[in-house]
């Protein structure tokens, strides 16, 4: 199915730690993959973790992020990109005083989706994150 997503149109989900807009569903693409862009508030980011079924994508829009892939470490910044293959354990952070904004792809879309929005609705963490964005834009 083709689709348009307008800006500012997407389900907008809190946490876990960020800020998501889903740009294109599991639905939309029929699985074959899930994009969604995050917005990451400063001392912010998922614990480390491993997809065992999809590849992981982020592009970095805006700011920069620490990235965690294996064993290595990376100071990602403003249009870099990173590519998590199936199985390799990875996170990011972000260490700066300001947001950073990135576009995350998941290929096949798999349950990520359900996964964000079973675990958004913690609101100890969504008012955490909402005060950091609001320190961070002060």
């Not at 800020?19 to 699985?31: I, K, N, R």
């Not at 920069?64 to 199985?87: N, P, R, T, W």
């Not at 904004?101 to 955490?128: C, W, Y």
């Amino acid at each position: 199915m083709s689709f348009f997503r307008a800006t500012d149109t997407g389900t907008i989900l809190l946490g876990p730690g960020d800020v998501y807009t889903f740009l294109a569903t599991q639905a939309e693409t029929d699985g074959a993959y899930f994009v969604m862009s995050g917005m990451v508030p400063p001392d912010a980011g998922p614990p480390p973790h491993i997809h065992h079924n999809q590849v992981e994508t982020f592009y970095i829009v805006e700011g920069q992020l620490g990235i965690m892939l294996g064993d290595e470490v990376y100071e990602a910044k403003a249009g870099d990109f990173v590519h998590v293959s199936i199985g390799t354990p990875h996170r990011f952070i972000n260490r700066s005083q300001t947001p950073a904004k990135i576009i995350v792809t998941f290929v096949p879309a798999g349950d990520i989706e359900h996964f964000l929005e079973r675990h958004s609705n913690r609101q100890r963490t969504v008012m955490l994150h909402l005060r950091r964005f609001q320190q961070a834009l002060n």
